[in-house]
């Protein structure tokens, strides 16, 4: 109904339409616009997804040791010291009892505490390679000090299994079985949580003795704080790439 009637005004309407200066608008075109709705501004924000998080904390923010500031409060050169004496230490036990072949080099340092005091067994006895089975240890000069030696022999971590006969011990050389490596494997990752511990504990103590200073700004007491942190992770870094070498030459790959 309504369009009709529309159709009928269209050209009333249009020979109505005059232009002020040229009369009558020909060919003129009405166009009817709808009305326009009101426009809705949504704001999104987009969060990161869960995996997405922390992307930019994963990695440390690089501390700089500046030993000379760290000076003003510890002894550097004292720290590093002790951090690097716990290496030296795995080292040396790896080297002494984590051998997979049980020469008679490794037993002849292996340390034995007798009356009171740490001897080799070098010193104590004489040590011969019988066959390549076969170790024989010679106690006669030192017969009390078997059993001191047959302690530390089983405690050493090579492996070893001792028969003794009067003041000599013959020694099997065992084989180099998935069993052994493994043994060997495992007492290699506790000299290195023994020695990363210990480290751990040089960075307590030096931590300690920072935030006890007086006369110091806080911020001085926590850069170096932080150094000393930073330093001794070094440290530990070090220490677990020895052990993870030792691990890999043991284990075999």
């Known amino acids: 109904m309504a369009s009709r009637i529309l159709q009928r005004l269209t050209p009333i309407i249009l020979n109505n339409v005059r232009s002020p200066c040229c009369g009558i608008l020909k060919n003129t075109k009405v166009v009817i616009l709808k009305p326009v709705e009101p426009l809705t501004c949504i704001t999104y924000r987009n969060y990161a997804k869960n995996k997405d998080r922390g992307k930019d904390k994963k990695g440390k923010a690089k501390v700089i040791v500046n030993a000379t500031e760290m000076s003003e409060l510890i002894s550097v050169d004292k720290l590093k010291d002790r951090c690097m004496a716990s290496i030296d230490k795995m080292k040396d036990d790896f080297a002494k009892n984590l051998s997979l072949r049980s020469t008679t080099g490794s037993i002849d340092s292996l340390i034995v505490k007798f009356e009171g005091k740490d001897y080799e067994l070098q010193e104590l006895a004489q040590i011969v390679r ?23 022999i089983q405690n050493s971590g090579l492996n ?24 060997l494997a495992k007492n290699a990752k506790a ?63």
Do not use: W
């Open 130 to 152: 019988k066959n390549p089975k076969t170790i024989v240890i010679n106690f006669s000069s030192f017969p009390q000090a078997i059993p001191d030696a047959l302690k530390s």
């Open 160 to 183: 070893l299994n001792p028969q003794q006969d009067g003041t000599t011990l013959f020694v099997p050389v065992p084989k180099v079985t998935k069993e052994h490596r493994e043994a």
């Open 191 to 253: 000299l290195y949580i023994k020695c990363r511990d210990n480290i751990k504990g040089v960075q307590n103590d030096y931590l300690k003795k920072v935030k006890k200073a007086e006369s110091v700004s806080e911020d001085m007491i926590f850069s170096v704080s932080k150094q000393i942190s930073a330093m001794c992770d070094e440290f530990q870094n070090n220490a677990k790439a020895v052990y993870e070498a030792k691990h890999e030459e043991l284990v075999g790959k």
